[in-house]
């Protein structure tokens, strides 16, 4: 007797933590997304192919003027510092490339570049700047120090070396032209602000896309941590609804089984020990139930072969076995005692409907054994041209269906909120009639063709 009260007690706490896991299941939310932990980085192929622009331009201009230095004043005793001076404005713009290349311009908009770029920089532009005051033809080599400047400097520092530079230009022609003359002047100096504008410009239109990217990269990861985190909530609520359906369910039938046996352990220990033999059978079915659930495959009573119907039946008989009396009638079936007898015709179904039918029907019973007070259930499958329809019946106390909440208690868990759910699933409806003191009538109907599209829920009548 003391092991019968101990296993019972199990039996109880098992029920109860199966219970909580449901409820928590279904009430937690799922975390969001992962932080994304590393940046994508956005290339900016325009700007690269103008920086090559840029520096091949450089060579040519720079090594145009040199020639051109030569062969008018090659004879000069300036001459051999001046080709020097080209020769290392060549090597220290070509290191400039070389260590520049594949870098950001500027750590962000108003930055200064790190001290060795700028230092590069400063011997570029100082050593092309004694150039061109001691050889006024290497001039037009400015326009590709304009590109450098504003790449690598914050705009106000840029545009006033900019500045310099034109100063530079425009006092190196004035110094070869035999007299003053305003082209000399605007030239240079309309060169310079065309440069400018189209940098800056080019600059900004990169910035905006660079921002469309990041918005479109921040979409897509928000985009997928929602589709995760819909995921997460689904299969929770998958697994909520499959506990309620199957372990808990089973384990409150077992319950019921022990109580009554504990009760009539004394004074009728025949009828006991048959409680006992059925809480033994409902336990078997229970770990069937839960190892098939563990491996995500069709309830065992489905497994077994002989379809929805003989599911039905099967179920039917372990419902009586507690107590509560259910009748099975299959469309064109006269056997309505459940005994599996009669020659109803089978009911095609799409292996999910039958699966959510056969749930539905355990959900409705548990509701009747444990809330309704009713003495006799009638499990009725009829089938129509489009759909097949799924009625539970019973002569209970009935209840006022506008009253129920599909919110679930922290006790039972998700009831008819599951079957709702269910049904939606495959794009059909679940209605409830009932009356105060006059039973009840639970109607599930599933399309015969797979649905997989979300159904409105429908209101019960």
Request: charged share 20%; proline share 7%.
């Amino acid at each position: 007797m003391e092991a019968f009260t101990q296993f019972r007690s199990s039996s109880r706490a098992v029920q109860e933590q199966f219970r909580r896991l449901s409820v928590r299941s279904d009430q937690s939310g799922s975390s969001p997304g992962p932080r994304p932990g590393e940046t994508v980085p956005v290339g900016d192929p325009d700007e690269r192919r103008l920086a090559l622009v840029m520096r091949a331009v450089f060579f040519v201009l720079l090594a145009t003027s040199l020639t051109r230095f030569v062969q008018r004043h090659a004879e000069e005793p300036r001459a051999p510092w001046v080709i020097g001076l080209a020769v290392v404005l060549a090597v220290l713009y070509a290191i400039d490339t070389v260590l520049t290349d594949g870098t950001p311009p500027s750590r962000g908009p108003g930055s200064w570049p790190p001290a060795p770029r700028l230092i590069r920089l400063g011997a570029v532009v100082a050593t092309w700047a004694v150039l061109v005051v001691g050889a006024p033809s290497f001039a037009w080599v400015a326009v590709p120090l304009f590109y450098a400047a504003l790449r690598a400097l914050p705009p106000l520092a840029a545009y006033l070396l900019v500045a310099f530079l034109t100063l530079l230009v425009v006092s190196a022609q004035l110094a070869l032209a035999p007299r003053f003359s305003l082209d000399l002047v605007v030239g240079p100096a309309a060169v310079a602000t065309l440069a400018t504008a189209v940098f800056v410009h080019m600059r900004r239109q990169a910035a905006r896309q660079r921002a469309l990217i990041d918005d479109l990269i921040g979409t897509r990861r928000e985009l997928a941590a929602t589709e995760r985190r819909e995921g997460v909530l689904a299969e929770r609520q998958r697994l909520s609804m499959e506990i309620h359906d199957t372990l808990a369910q089973g384990l409150s039938s077992q319950q019921m089984l022990l109580q009554a046996a504990l009760r009539t352990w004394d004074t009728e220990p025949a009828k006991a020990r048959a409680h006992v033999r059925t809480a033994t059978s409902v336990t078997e079915h229970n770990l069937a139930e839960a190892r098939r659930f563990v491996h995500d495959l069709a309830p065992a009573d489905l497994a077994r072969g002989g379809g929805l119907e003989a599911a039905l039946r099967v179920l039917a008989a372990r419902e009586s076995d507690t107590g509560l009396s259910v009748r099975v009638h299959i469309d064109g079936d006269d056997d309505r005692d459940g005994d599996g007898g009669g020659g109803g015709r089978t009911v095609p179904l799409p292996d999910r409907a039958q699966s959510a039918l056969l749930r539905i029907a355990q959900g409705a019973l548990a509701n009747v054994r444990e809330h309704s007070g009713a003495t006799a259930t009638a499990l009725t499958l009829t089938r129509l041209d489009d759909r097949v329809v799924l009625d539970v019946a019973d002569n209970g106390r009935g209840f006022d269906p506008g009253a129920v909440t599909d919110a679930p208690s922290g006790e039972r868990g998700h009831g008819i909120r599951a079957m709702r759910a269910r049904v939606r699933q495959l794009g059909g409806t679940l209605t409830i009639e009932s009356t105060p003191g006059e039973g009840a009538v639970l109607t599930a109907t599933v399309p015969v063709a797979p649905h997989t599209a979300p159904h409105t829920e429908e209101t019960p009548r």
